[in-house]
């Protein structure tokens, strides 16, 4: 499938991908999202051309190795979106509350993406994310 598919690069602003495990809805409300959050990874435009691809097939990769371990039960998918801004990735999990579980994918998913140690990302509570005032939204947890 991944071969006849678009690549997300040439995607137009606004469109995206999501790939959840059978019976998990993309969205917040979900019962198997609702108590969940996702690792966010930003992207500047620049980016688009040099890294989104590469991270985007990694991510998916993840997915359907069970790369994550232990806690691979817990990923509950992932989401790309293309925006004229910057692009997201983002690997949802089903529950906030499992701090090792959480900890674990953000670090093995940083890992994977071949990200700088000194470049930090957050862990965003759906929870949080949904009742945000402004567009920041608070990270529950960084690796």
């Given at each position: 499938?991944?071969?006849?598919?678009?690549p997300?690069?040439?995607?137009?602003?606004?469109?995206?991908?999501?790939?959840?495990?059978?019976g998990?809805?993309?969205?917040?409300?979900?019962?198997?999202?609702?108590?969940?959050?996702?690792w966010?990874?930003?992207?500047?435009?620049?980016q688009?051309?040099?890294e989104?691809?590469?991270?985007w097939?990694?991510?998916?990769?993840?997915?359907?190795?069970?790369?994550?371990?232990?806690?691979?039960?817990?990923?509950?998918?992932?989401?790309?979106?293309?925006?004229?801004?910057?692009?997201?990735?983002?690997v949802?999990?089903?529950?906030?509350?499992?701090?090792?579980?959480?900890?674990?994918?953000?670090?093995?998913?940083?890992?994977?993406l071949g990200?700088?140690?000194?470049?930090?990302?957050?862990?965003?509570?759906?929870?949080?994310?949904?009742?945000?005032?402004?567009?920041?939204?608070?990270?529950?947890?960084?690796?």
């Open positions: 499938m991944y071969n006849n598919i678009q997300a690069s040439k995607l137009s602003s606004g469109c995206d991908y999501s790939v959840f495990k059978d998990i809805e993309p969205m917040w409300e979900d019962r198997s999202n609702k108590c969940g959050g996702r966010l990874i930003t992207l500047s435009k620049q688009r051309h040099t989104l691809d590469r991270f097939r990694e991510t998916l990769l993840c997915l359907i190795g069970e790369g994550f371990g232990p806690y691979s039960r817990d990923v509950c998918g992932a989401v790309i979106n293309v925006r004229a801004k910057g692009d997201k990735i983002a949802w999990t089903t529950n906030t509350e499992n701090a090792e579980a959480v900890t674990y994918i953000g670090r093995k998913y940083k890992e994977t990200l700088p140690a000194k470049l930090v990302i957050g862990y965003q509570a759906h929870a949080d994310t949904a009742t945000k005032s402004n567009s920041l939204t608070k990270n529950k947890f960084v690796v």
